[in-house]
């Protein structure tokens, strides 16, 4: 009980509920509650029925080598907003398992996927427990501490033999194979059965077995994608139909996978920053801003006042560039072929030439430093930010909104269509637009404000019927309130420098963890950042919210047609880059 | 009464405006006789309308400032040709670099052996640049910089991707071409340090 851990009132209620089974977290800048592996799902069960923590925001593990432990770390939050709890459960290395929380959160069920892939921790329980990220055919777990690559060179960058002696190889000489495929050391592709085609097909027949028919009709698998224009990218949906009708489907990801986390944990804190905008691509800005806060509330450091307002200015920028990009894109899902995006497409032209005077790369802008910005936002650069806010993004959107919004065939493909109840999107932990459509107002910039949105003035949209319709529309209300808070940031930006001190490449990063959380353009964004002290952090986590919003999309999808897969797909707003990590 | 079909109808006005602004506003500017280069700018600009692309590579954007691709290495040239690189092989480029792409070896001296603030190899692995900007912005001689030729793709991958410090290197002059305002702060603050 230092003072750093002030412990909550909501930590005492559920510690004198259990007793003993529970202790606190007690390492210096460690938080949450630690709990035993047999009593996780009844302290779960008390945290969602008793003290109503329903909207469960990540599940993530960290290995705690050579020490012979993983925690299993939990994240829950009130979908009303404010402070959230952490629980962890410590398992052993050897034979890692824990009961899956899936029928508590059903949310979890690809984040469970995911550790089970990355950290060979079964889940007890768990529907469909499959790799998910990695082939079948992947040795190992690879973020144990102790695995390593065909490649492998050092434990942490920067390597040593770059420099003085300069010893840099081309990648490809360095692989048995010589190309840029990776496989196990002793595999045998002649000897290779790869069976998880079949489990897949399986899980999707068992559950259209259960639906009563009078008639014996056969189903159907079709597999949409992963190469096709209507995945937006490569992303690949199981379907089994019956007729027409979607009786079952699952997302197949990870073909874009490069272990992120991995790389996070291989690079010093500053080589991440860069790294963060290729998450989400096409919010670049949003991404570096979580990724900032997180760390600058473990070193303890304040940002610059109007390094702030830039950041501000920045990510709602992003968010509109973001918002208008996914509103021409839907429209093609639905079958307005291009013009909508197109037109969509030059606003947000207008907006990454701003990103590129200003931080000097349209896309990958690596713009934020811990304590502020790289360089400071010209008068030049100002007036083309103002120029479009109050000049032409306000008239454009209302243009796409006359253009798209009383459109009959639209209407009569989107409304009903995909639709996600307010109680299924907070169990499925889906957030962003997509959550808000289905009248949740729950919003980071309030439920737990970041920066200075505490300061600026602007609305929580909602709607109420969870339809594709209502997304559509949510994403246009929500680039008005971008423009509102955009003016407010532009009227009220003071001078001062952009950054506190000097830009340090090396930070010193105290020992601990911290959650930290954005409200992206597709939703929460979260980074759990685990430091032990070196330049480089022990466990870099990413909570991307693409990736937790597709655990609805099966939901959404059953009892709608195939042809509406594609639109309820384009609705979600995914981004391959960060789904797959 | 609600007609069905309005919704499309006022829909496709709005196409309709667009297309007939791509002509008029083409006239409008033939008229005016603007030259190509604010014609570029406009069309870059909030007030932009109509054609919203220009035909590359005949026009080209002229890129910002600030606008960063793959780094070179400035040197300062000398009376008799040879190249006076400012860079003094410290190494901090290579070791903020997130994807270990710089490599560096120090010159030795030819007598005595022992290590100068000179690198007598500089390489950098184009194909795993990933144009961050993090070696330019943490130099501590100005040495390495953002270039903005953009233009640099080849047939061949593997080593012709790799390129030296022969390739790498560009005059300070090119420097004081693409980043003016750069180089004017920077030249300023040298000038202070020495004198």
Same mark, same amino acid.
């Given at each position: 009980?230092?003072?750093?851990?002030?412990?909550?009132?909501?930590?005492?209620?559920?510690? &004198?509920?259990?007793?003993?089974?529970?202790?606190?977290?007690?390492?210096?800048?460690?938080?949450? %509650?630690?709990?035993?592996?047999?009593?996780?799902?009844?302290?779960?069960?008390?945290?969602?029925?008793?003290?109503?923590?329903?909207?469960? &925001?990540?599940?993530?593990?960290?290995?705690?080598?050579?020490?012979?432990? !993983?925690?299993?770390?939990?994240?829950?939050?009130?979908?009303?907003?404010?402070?959230?709890?952490?629980?962890?459960?410590?398992?052993?290395?050897?034979?890692?398992?824990?009961?899956?929380?899936?029928? $508590?959160?059903?949310?979890?069920?690809?984040?469970?996927?995911?550790?089970?892939?990355?950290?060979?921790?079964?889940?007890?329980?768990?529907?469909?427990?499959?790799?998910?990220?990695?082939?079948?055919?992947?040795?190992?777990?690879?973020?144990?501490?102790?695995?390593?690559?065909?490649?492998?060179?050092?434990?942490?960058?920067?390597?040593?033999?770059?420099?003085?002696?300069?010893?840099?190889?081309?990648?490809?000489?360095?692989?048995?194979?010589?190309?840029?495929?990776?496989?196990?050391?002793?595999?045998?592709?002649?000897?290779?059965?790869?069976?998880?085609?079949?489990?897949?097909?399986?899980?999707?027949?068992?559950?259209?077995?259960?639906?009563?028919?009078?008639?014996?009709?056969?189903?159907?698998?079709?597999?949409?994608?992963?190469?096709?224009?209507?995945?937006?990218?490569?992303?690949?949906?199981?379907?089994?139909?019956?007729?027409?009708?979607?009786?079952?489907?699952?997302?197949?990801?990870?073909?874009?996978?490069?272990?992120?986390?991995?790389?996070?944990?291989?690079?010093?804190?500053?080589? %991440?920053?860069?790294?963060?905008?290729?998450?989400?691509?096409?919010?670049?800005?949003?991404?570096?801003?979580?990724?900032?806060?997180?760390?600058?509330?473990?070193?303890? %450091?304040?940002?610059?006042?109007?390094?702030?307002?830039?950041?501000?200015?920045?990510?709602?920028?992003?968010?509109?560039?973001?918002?208008?990009?996914?509103?021409?894109?839907?429209?093609?899902?639905?079958?307005?072929?291009?013009?909508?995006?197109?037109?969509?497409?030059?606003?947000?032209?207008?907006?990454?030439?701003?990103?590129?005077?200003?931080?000097?790369?349209?896309?990958?802008?690596?713009?934020?430093?811990?304590?502020?910005?790289?360089?400071?936002?010209?008068?030049?650069? $100002?007036?083309?930010?103002?120029?479009?806010?109050?000049?032409?993004?306000?008239?454009?959107?209302?243009?796409?909104?006359?253009?798209?919004?009383?459109?009959?065939?639209?209407?009569?493909?989107?409304?009903?269509?995909?639709?996600?109840?307010?109680?299924?999107?907070?169990?499925?932990?889906?957030?962003?637009?997509?959550?808000?459509?289905?009248?949740?107002?729950?919003?980071?910039?309030?439920?737990?404000?970041?920066? !200075?949105?505490?300061?600026?003035?602007?609305?929580?949209?909602?709607?109420?019927?969870?339809?594709?319709?209502?997304?559509?529309?949510?994403?246009?209300?929500?680039?008005?309130?971008?423009?509102?808070?955009?003016?407010?940031?532009?009227?009220?930006?003071?001078?001062?420098?952009?950054?506190?001190?000097?830009?340090?490449?090396?930070?010193?990063?105290?020992?601990?963890?911290?959650?930290?959380?954005?409200?992206?353009?597709?939703?929460?964004?979260?980074?759990?950042?685990?430091?032990?002290?070196?330049?480089?952090?022990?466990?870099?986590?990413?909570?991307?919210?693409?990736?937790?919003?597709?655990?609805?999309?099966? *939901?959404?999808?059953?009892?709608?047609?195939?042809?509406?897969?594609?639109?309820?797909?384009?609705?979600?707003? %995914?981004?391959?880059? *960060?789904?797959?990590? | 009464?609600?007609?069905?079909?309005?919704?499309?109808?006022?829909?496709?006005?709005?196409?309709?405006?667009?297309?007939?602004?791509?002509?008029?506003?083409?006239?409008?500017?033939?008229?005016?006789?603007?030259?190509?280069?604010?014609?570029?700018?406009?069309?870059?600009?909030?007030?932009?309308?109509?054609?919203?692309?220009?035909?590359?590579?005949?026009?080209?954007?002229?890129?910002?400032?600030?606008?960063?691709?793959?780094?070179?290495?400035?040197?300062?040239?000398?009376?008799?040709?040879?190249?006076?690189?400012?860079?003094?092989?410290?190494?901090?480029?290579?070791?903020?670099?997130?994807?270990?792409?710089?490599?560096?070896?120090?010159?030795?001296?030819?007598?005595?052996?022992?290590?100068?603030?000179?690198?007598?190899?500089?390489?950098?692995?184009?194909?795993?640049?990933?144009?961050?900007?993090?070696?330019?912005?943490?130099?501590?001689?100005?040495?390495?910089?953002?270039?903005?030729?953009?233009?640099?793709?080849?047939?061949?991958?593997?080593?012709?991707?790799?390129?030296?410090?022969?390739?790498?290197?560009?005059?300070?002059?090119?420097?004081?071409?693409?980043?003016?305002?750069?180089?004017?702060?920077?030249?300023?603050?040298?000038?202070?340090?020495?004198?």
């Amino acid at each position: 009980m230092s003072e750093q851990n002030p412990i909550q009132p909501v930590y005492l209620e559920i510690l &004198s509920k259990f007793g003993e089974n529970l202790r606190l977290d007690d390492r210096p800048n460690y938080f949450g %509650i630690i709990a035993q592996t047999e009593k996780i799902l009844e302290v779960l069960t008390f945290i969602k029925d008793s003290l109503f923590y329903d909207f469960l &925001s990540s599940v993530t593990a960290v290995d705690d080598f050579p020490e012979e432990k !993983i925690e299993i770390i939990y994240h829950l939050y009130q979908s009303v907003g404010g402070v959230g709890i952490e629980i962890k459960v410590f398992v052993s290395r050897e034979d890692s398992q824990v009961p899956s929380i899936t029928h $508590l959160y059903p949310g979890a069920e690809l984040q469970e996927r995911e550790i089970y892939d990355l950290f060979g921790v079964k889940f007890i329980d768990h529907p469909d427990l499959r790799r998910i990220l990695l082939w079948e055919g992947f040795a190992g777990h690879p973020l144990r501490k102790d695995w390593t690559e065909p490649q492998y060179e050092e434990p942490a960058k920067p390597f040593k033999s770059r420099w003085p002696e300069g010893k840099g190889v081309l990648t490809e000489s360095l692989n048995p194979y010589n190309d840029n495929v990776q496989y196990p050391r002793k595999f045998d592709p002649a000897k290779f059965e790869p069976d998880n085609e079949q489990t897949l097909y399986r899980k999707l027949q068992q559950k259209s077995n259960d639906t009563p028919n009078t008639l014996h009709t056969d189903q159907l698998i079709v597999n949409l994608g992963p190469q096709h224009p209507s995945t937006h990218g490569v992303f690949r949906m199981v379907a089994a139909l019956e007729g027409e009708t979607i009786v079952d489907l699952k997302p197949v990801i990870g073909y874009l996978h490069r272990n992120h986390e991995k790389i996070g944990e291989r690079n010093t804190y500053l080589q %991440i920053m860069p790294y963060t905008d290729r998450l989400d691509y096409l919010s670049s800005m949003n991404n570096s801003f979580g990724y900032a806060i997180t760390i600058e509330r473990m070193m303890g %450091i304040q940002p610059a006042i109007r390094a702030e307002y830039i950041r501000i200015m920045m990510a709602e920028l992003t968010r509109i560039a973001s918002h208008i990009w996914s509103i021409g894109f839907l429209l093609n899902d639905l079958g307005a072929y291009f013009t909508p995006a197109l037109y969509a497409m030059e606003e947000r032209e207008l907006i990454l030439d701003i990103f590129e005077a200003l931080a000097g790369s349209r896309m990958m802008c690596n713009y934020l430093r811990f304590g502020g910005v790289v360089r400071d936002i010209n008068e030049e650069i $100002l007036k083309k930010v103002s120029d479009l806010v109050y000049n032409r993004l306000e008239r454009k959107t209302d243009e796409l909104d006359r253009y798209l919004t009383d459109n009959e065939i639209i209407r009569s493909r989107c409304e009903g269509v995909g639709i996600l109840t307010s109680e299924q999107a907070i169990a499925y932990s889906v957030t962003g637009p997509l959550l808000r459509s289905s009248g949740v107002p729950y919003d980071i910039r309030r439920a737990d404000p970041y920066g !200075i949105y505490d300061q600026l003035e602007f609305d929580i949209c909602t709607r109420q019927h969870g339809d594709v319709y209502d997304r559509y529309l949510i994403r246009l209300d929500e680039i008005r309130q971008s423009l509102r808070i955009l003016k407010q940031v532009l009227t009220q930006i003071p001078e001062g420098p952009v950054m506190n001190g000097k830009v340090q490449y090396n930070v010193r990063v105290p020992a601990g963890e911290m959650y930290g959380r954005v409200e992206g353009p597709r939703g929460e964004l979260g980074f759990y950042v685990v430091s032990d002290g070196k330049p480089n952090p022990k466990r870099f986590h990413v909570r991307a919210p693409s990736f937790v919003n597709i655990t609805s999309l099966a *939901e959404m999808c059953r009892g709608a047609k195939i042809a509406d897969a594609v639109t309820i797909l384009g609705s979600v707003d %995914i981004v391959l880059g *960060e789904v797959d990590r | 009464m609600k007609i069905i079909g309005a919704g499309v109808l006022k829909g496709l006005l709005v196409t309709l405006t667009h297309f007939f602004k791509t002509y008029t506003n083409d006239l409008q500017k033939r008229i005016k006789r603007v030259s190509k280069k604010e014609l570029i700018q406009d069309r870059s600009s909030a007030q932009a309308t109509g054609l919203f692309t220009i035909e590359y590579p005949e026009q080209q954007l002229v890129p910002p400032e600030e606008y960063r691709m793959i780094p070179f290495l400035v040197y300062e040239p000398s009376e008799n040709g040879d190249r006076n690189y400012r860079c003094t092989a410290c190494g901090i480029c290579s070791k903020v670099c997130p994807t270990q792409c710089i490599w560096i070896t120090r010159k030795k001296d030819e007598i005595t052996g022992k290590p100068v603030a000179q690198s007598a190899e500089f390489y950098i692995d184009i194909d795993r640049c990933m144009n961050c900007g993090s070696c330019a912005e943490f130099c501590p001689f100005d040495a390495i910089k953002m270039d903005h030729d953009f233009e640099i793709s080849t047939y061949q991958r593997g080593s012709t991707r790799i390129f030296t410090k022969e390739r790498l290197g560009k005059s300070l002059d090119y420097y004081a071409k693409i980043r003016p305002e750069n180089y004017r702060i920077e030249e300023a603050e040298r000038k202070q340090k020495a004198g």
